[in-house]
């Protein structure tokens, strides 16, 4: 029997999302076609998954290209389904952006607003659902960056801010200047992974009522090719869990451990394969018990001294 997603307000004065969002970052190695693409999107659809994630950088074989392959297939299957999430502010060496000699990260107000400008013609769309600052800018004035978020909502370009990567403090010194709440932080969280549960970023998530995003629940599928002897570990504790709430494997194992923790509520999964979405619906929707959790902790740090 096909699991049920539920939907997750992601702040008190934010979007709602459903529990699962699929990210577009590997889309064009997955699909031959933006045809193949919006077939895709209708499964998801037909799965309850309403929450796209992109960026401008995503592409292949070159950087910068996802955006418009995704609007593209967003076009065909209807705008107004889906919630949209891309970013703003990585910046890396393309033949589309020539000007880059050297990556690096740039949240200054007239990146951004290029940065928005260039997502919604990519997109086709005429808002962004949730406008992430994609990773913290280390020159980043909060002020400039503050005001050219807030312009960018005011514009109605973007309905909703957040941050992706954010260090409990840079959100902080973020939030203190803008007018728009952040609602989401978007980060890395997985049994290979574990820094934000014990680095205070999910502590702040709860301390400020939003939901982080959770991208690479399965460690963009590292947990389970890796020969690496700790990762086999890993692997066979996940199969355990697996085994006993008859999830499909080590894989949807990951991703109901991620989804059992109060701030990991909502997983970016990245597989286009049908079967592995339906096993991750169902894995987000499992409540493992406490001390299943706990085994993958234990299985990393046996004093539980993260
Ligand atoms: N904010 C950021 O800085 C940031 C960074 C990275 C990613 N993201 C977002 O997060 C999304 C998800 O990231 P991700 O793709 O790394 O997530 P992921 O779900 O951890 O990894 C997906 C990859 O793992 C493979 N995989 C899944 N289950 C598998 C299994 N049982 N056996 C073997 N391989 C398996 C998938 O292949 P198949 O397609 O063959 O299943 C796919 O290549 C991205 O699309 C992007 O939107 C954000």
Redesign the pocket.
């Known amino acids: 029997m096909r699991s049920e997603l539920r939907r997750i307000k992601i702040h008190e004065n934010g979007p709602e999302f459903s529990r699962v969002v699929w ?4 889309s064009e190695q ?1 699909f031959a076609s933006s045809d193949a693409l919006a077939e895709h999107l209708r499964f998801l659809l037909d799965r309850g998954i309403t929450t796209l ?2 960026a401008p950088p995503y592409g292949h074989p070159d950087p910068y290209t996802v955006e418009e392959f995704l609007g593209r297939a967003i076009a065909k299957v209807g705008r107004n389904k889906f919630e949209i999430v891309t970013k703003c502010g990585i910046q890396r060496l393309s033949p589309h952006r020539t000007e880059n000699w050297i990556r690096h990260f740039d949240s200054t107000e007239k990146e951004i607003l290029r940065s928005v400008d260039r997502s919604l013609q990519k997109l086709g769309v005429d808002a962004i659902d949730v406008l992430l600052v ?2 913290p800018d280390y020159l980043m004035d909060p002020d400039e960056t503050a005001g050219a978020l807030d312009k960018v909502v005011s514009e109605g370009k973007a309905r909703y801010i957040g941050v ?2 954010f260090s409990p403090s840079r959100l902080n010194l973020l939030a203190s200047r803008l007018k728009a709440p952040i609602v989401t932080n ?1 980060v ?1 969280f ?1 049994p290979l992974h574990l820094e934000p549960i014990s680095d205070g970023t999910f502590d702040l998530a709860l301390q400020l009522g939003h939901v982080p995003m959770i ?7 590292r947990l ?2 890796s020969d690496d002897e700790a990762i086999r570990g890993m692997r066979s504790v996940l199969s355990e869990i697996a085994k006993k709430y008859s999830l499909a ?1 080590p ?1 949807e194992a990951a991703i109901a451990f991620v989804a059992r923790h109060p701030a990991g509520r909502l997983p ?6 049908r079967e ?1 979405i339906d096993g991750a619906v169902k894995a987000a929707e499992t409540q493992l018990d406490r001390q299943d959790w706990y085994s993958v902790i234990t299985q990393v740090d046996s004093t539980l001294n993260l």
């Open positions: 990210g577009s970052m590997r997955q994630d992109t994609h990773r992706s990567n978007q890395q997985s991208w690479s629940p399965v460690a963009g599928g389970l090719t494997g894989a970016v999964i990245g597989s286009a394969n592995r």
